[in-house]
T-cell receptor, first 112, second 115 residues
Framework: NAGVTQTPKFRVLKTGQSMTLLCAQD?????MYWYRQDPGMGLRLIHY???????AKGEVPDGYNVSRLKKQNFLLGLESAAPSQTSVYFC???????????FGPGTRLTVL | AQSVAQPEDQVNVAEGNPLTVKCTYS??????LFWYVQYPNRGLQFLLK??????LVKGSYGFEAEFNKSQTSFHLKKPSALVSDSALYFC?????????????FGTGTLLAVQP
């Protein structure tokens, strides 16, 4: 099992460009999450999903959109990137009845 | 509001000495508490959790944590630190409202173990 994978690993964008980050999990987990990690602020939840076809806002959703068309994939989109979105993005998943979240390796995004 | 606090940005300890990384929480009801570790340029890895039962929880890599309800703390401990334990450690509490299973993370504590 690959666990949780994220694509791409690194990306540099110019202000105003758009991109999509892909998260995939092969553990048949119901719950999936997108976080951003910034120095001194820990991990903050952007959006999450409690099952295929569902999405919900987390703590810092502005400027991001998500989709969960397939159970194994959770996409994070930036429609018009801003320098404030420079961060490391982590995806996580968790199974029904489980307690711990499993994290991907992260995507380092720089917006110039 | 539910929250988690890690009062130390960095903890320095000599190899072979005991280590403690502090965490306090504020939740309504009984908490589900977690510790995760992040090595450089890697994702977070689960270390241990407290759900119910014994206040002393044992986890991976020789780590343990003590749940103290009266002090609302969940400190991470290890009897003898290794240089390879140097990493960023996060405490987290799970929100039990609804079916979201969301985690609230602390800001992280950098553990530096000197040889």
């Amino acid at each position: 099992n690959a666990g949780v994978t994220q694509t791409p690993k690194f990306r540099v964008l110019k202000t105003g460009q758009s991109m999509t980050l892909l998260c995939a999990q092969d553990m048949n987990h119901e719950y999936m999450y997108w976080y951003r990690q910034d120095p001194g602020m820990g991990l903050r939840l952007i959006h999450y999903s409690v099952g295929e076809g569902t999405t919900a806002k987390g703590e810092v959703p502005d400027g991001y959109n998500v989709s969960r068309l397939k159970k194994q994939n959770f996409l994070l989109g930036l429609e018009s990137a801003a320098p404030s979105q420079t961060s490391v993005y982590f995806c996580a998943s968790m199974g029904t009845g489980g307690n711990e979240q499993f994290f991907g390796p992260g995507t380092r995004l720089t917006v110039l | 509001a539910q929250s988690v606090a890690q009062p130390e940005d960095q903890v320095n300890v000599a190899e072979g000495n005991p280590l403690t990384v502090k965490c306090t929480y504020s939740v309504s009801g009984n908490p589900y508490l977690f510790w995760y570790v992040q090595y450089p340029n890697r994702g977070l890895q689960f270390l241990l959790k407290y759900i119910t039962g014994d206040n002393l929880v044992k986890g991976s890599y020789g780590f343990e944590a003590e749940f103290n309800k009266s002090q609302t703390s969940f400190h991470l401990k290890k009897p003898s630190a290794l240089v390879s334990d140097s990493a960023l450690y996060f405490c987290a509490v799970r929100l039990l409202r609804g079916a979201t299973n969301k985690l609230i993370f602390g800001t992280g504590t950098l553990l530096a173990v000197q040889p």
